[in-house]
């Protein structure tokens, strides 16, 4: 097997673990990530020869930018202090934990080489906990803290580690300098990322059609993460920002193909990437245990005492931390998504598993350096943090849905519901608006005003039901029934039509542009 197959093997996975994950009730980046490990037990699996310098660049734009898709500015805005205590501050205490045990644990550690590790293992990855907390059902205030997170914690992570490795690398290390490294690649990065959402918003509105819009898209991402990086910014921070800045400018409520066409693509690159990420983890391990030599007892028992810290400093911080959230919340009444109760910080604290970002930041550990001798610490670092990942996303990934079901922690239905039907109130009451406007100018038929005026109650009925009144939903009732009856019968209608078109693309003659062409209206009219 060479490693064209591998890819196309994992590719194959990530599609599979996605109803398997459903039907198992796990997670689908821990079933990917274990059958990475089963992979790289097998003898005839090749070992995964990425560089490493690429995997952040090819991996995390596209992850990150799928999932800026389903949240807001506003969000970030009104968690700015669950985020910032989350992604800011337990990055350095995790960091600073994880660099005090290894310096004493592991022989022959520098102390920037144990801040290096502490840095690549600090960040939970935004990936997994957002896949894996979106499967569960939990509530959305939680998974939009995880989200939250989860973005914004690589920015801390991977600045400590570029300024840890590069104390290691040339031998010398200034605070304030470090400091001005982090200011300044949080002012490029945003720079960068404004930037280019401006230009792509521009670049937009000129192409016009959907395909290439989702080009565009397509490339942002990696575009602003390299050329953020090139400036010596934060490419995760670049390009969180540029997607922001799209997701809040480039919205046009009439472009419905485009919407749906985009968020499908959209799913599907995250479904294919997040399957190949974290089969590349699971892949690793053999080249993690090639590392450890003749003393991998030792590794693994380093391996286990870092995860554990990893592990315990999140639990320690993480409950008081979400307990004084809630008194500054209850005190000041502020807009901001919290975890209310024991329960969602437990599963809170479960949750932060490590993955692709860890993984990159591993394998980028340099060989040597500037003067020539190798890098102190280097295999145990990378074992260690393999370690570390394989622990949080295979125990934690496989456990989680367990203690979910155990805490009773579920979505908030009733709160979801009551947003829903405020939200299908002022949709029907809009398009009643509208009519009226339309009326003042127009004359209509009464026929088709009445008409007109059921489609606009239709509209709010039909996203949330509870909005028709008692004694009109016996004749909502009907009207749903005969409405699914019209529908069904119109889809075989139209099923008739599209099976008769598309045979004749192998009769003679028959040019399959046209055939394509006219294909695609039916489907046009299908959708509507």
């Known amino acids: ?41 097998l003898p005839f699996v090749p070992n995964v020869h990425v560089p490493p310098q690429y995997i952040l660049p090819l991996l995390l734009p596209p992850l990150l930018y799928a999932a800026v898709q389903r949240t807001s500015w506003r969000q970030f805005a009104a968690n700015k202090r669950p985020i910032f205590l989350l992604a800011v501050a337990l990055v350095f205490i995790t960091t600073v934990a994880v660099a005090t045990v290894a310096n004493a644990i592991v022989p022959g550690l520098p102390v920037a080489a144990a801040v290096a590790l502490g840095a690549l293992v600090a960040p939970p990855d935004p990936v997994a906990a957002t896949a894996v907390a979106g499967s569960l059902g939990l509530p959305r205030r939680l998974v939009s803290i995880l989200e939250g997170e989860g973005l914004f914690n690589d920015v801390v992570a991977i600045v400590l580690y570029d300024v840890a490795i590069a104390a290691v690398v040339s031998g010398t290390f200034s605070w304030p300098e470090a400091a001005g490294e982090l200011v300044l690649s949080a002012v490029v990065a945003v720079a960068v990322g404004l930037g280019l959402g401006w230009l792509s918003n521009k670049l937009m509105s000129l192409l016009g059609d959907a395909t290439l819009q989702i080009g565009l898209t ?12 090139e400036l010596h910014g ?81 639990f320690l911080y993480l409950l008081p931390a979400a307990w004084v959230t809630r008194k500054l919340h209850s005190l000041r009444d502020l807009d901001e998504e919290i975890p209310t109760s024991w329960r969602e910080s437990v599963v809170m604290w479960w949750s932060g598993m490590r993955g692709v ?32 990942i394989i622990a949080t996303l295979v125990v934690q990934g496989l456990t989680l849905p367990w203690l979910v079901r155990r805490l009773g922690v579920t979505s908030d239905t009733d709160a979801e519901r009551k947003l829903e039907h405020g939200l299908a109130v002022r949709a029907a009451r809009a398009a009643r608006h509208r009519l009226k406007e339309i009326e003042d100018v127009e004359e209509l038929p ?52 599209r099976h008769e078109v598309l045979s004749a693309r192998n009769e003679p003659g028959a040019d399959p542009e046209i055939v394509d062409r006219v294909l695609r209206h039916l489907d046009m009219r299908s959708l509507r």
């Not at 591998?6 to 459903?22: E, N, Q």
């Open 218 to 229: 397509l490339l942002v991402p990696f575009v602003s993460y390299v050329l953020a990086d």
């Open 1 to 41: 097997m060479d490693q064209l197959a591998l890819l196309l093997l994992l590719l194959v996975g990530a599609v599979v673990t996605v109803p398997l994950g459903t039907r198992l009730g796990l997670p689908p980046p821990v079933l990917m990530t274990l059958i990475g490990i089963v992979c790289a037990l």
């Open 357 to 388: 970002a860890s993984v990159a930041l591993a394998l980028a550990v340099p060989l040597t350096t500037d003067d020539g001798r190798p890098f102190p610490g280097r295999d145990e670092i990378v074992f260690i943090a393999f370690s570390v």
């Open 446 to 497: 009464d026929e088709l005003t009445e008409r007109l005026t059921r489609t606009a109650f239709d509209i709010g009925a039909r996203i949330s039901p509870i909005v028709v009144e008692d004694e009109r939903k016996e004749w909502f009732a009907r009207r749903v029934s005969y409405a699914k009856t019209l529908r069904r019968i119109q889809r075989d209608m139209m099923s008739a039509a």
């Open 234 to 314: 934060s490419g995760v921070l670049a390009v969180l920002t540029v997607a922001l800045f799209l997701a809040e400018h480039t919205a046009d409520a009439d472009d419905v193909m485009g919407r749906l066409a985009g968020n499908s693509f959209w799913e599907i690159v995250d479904t294919l990437v997040t399957g190949v990420a974290f089969g590349l983890i699971g892949l690793e391990l053999h080249n993690a245990f090639g590392i450890g030599g003749g003393h991998v007892w030792s590794l693994v028992r380093w391996g286990a005492t870092i995860a554990g810290v990893v592990v315990v400093v999140r």
